[in-house]
């Protein structure tokens, strides 16, 4: 099985902590009780919840007392239903730092809007068992938004994953899976969105007079132009 990746500690006590996510809202602690006991004795399980509603966010943290039974439960029950839903299973990582370092983290991007969840774990799962985290971006409707996250825990098998999965064909349709990047890395690598732009407007010279040729060669003198357009109205009378 899979080494336990870096966990919490409480005193000398290693928490066999991980994350329990997608769940209905109805779930309960008594529901996910029933459900992980099955692979072994659970310490503690608690349903994270809005602090004003009390109504549950969707995801839970489970506490094993033992690292074999939290083995076995990310291998066997990972993506099995649980009131009609598919629960999403992880090791938890507390540790900001290690989330934003960027470290073993990929995205990926033009999915189908059939690739779920599930299907993004068992492509990307056979990098690195049981990524950190796994996330496809949905919408308000639970409908995907054709891009998500993998986490791994270490970079060697997010670039395997890249080498492996960029280009691929998944439900027909060739993803991008490339590191992430963060806002301030995207920034120095790609520039100001503002210093990429290559259109130019303008306007009142209309009086000129200059056919779309004439109105070109005032142009090129200060570079190779892509294409160039007076605009018409519906009347094909010039809007200048």
Known sequence: MNSLPNQPTTGTMVLLLFYCGDLDPDITEANLYDKFSQAGPVASIRVCRDVVTKRSLGYAYINFQQAIDAERALDTMNYELIKGRPMRLMWS????????????????????KSIDNKSLYDTFSVFGKHPL???????????????????????????QAIQKVNGMLLNDKKVYVGRFMTRKERMETLGHPATRFTNIYVKNFGDAQLSDEEFQQLFEPYGKIVSCVIMKDAAHERKC
Do not use: C, M, W
């Open 93 to 112: 990582q507390r540790d900001p730092s290690l989330r934003k370092s960027g470290v073993g983290n990929v995205f990926i991007k033009n999915l189908d």
């Open 133 to 159: 985290l796994q996330k496809l971006l949905q919408t308000k409707r639970n409908t995907s938004k054709g891009y998500g996250f993998v986490h791994f825990e270490t970079q060697e098998a997010a670039d």
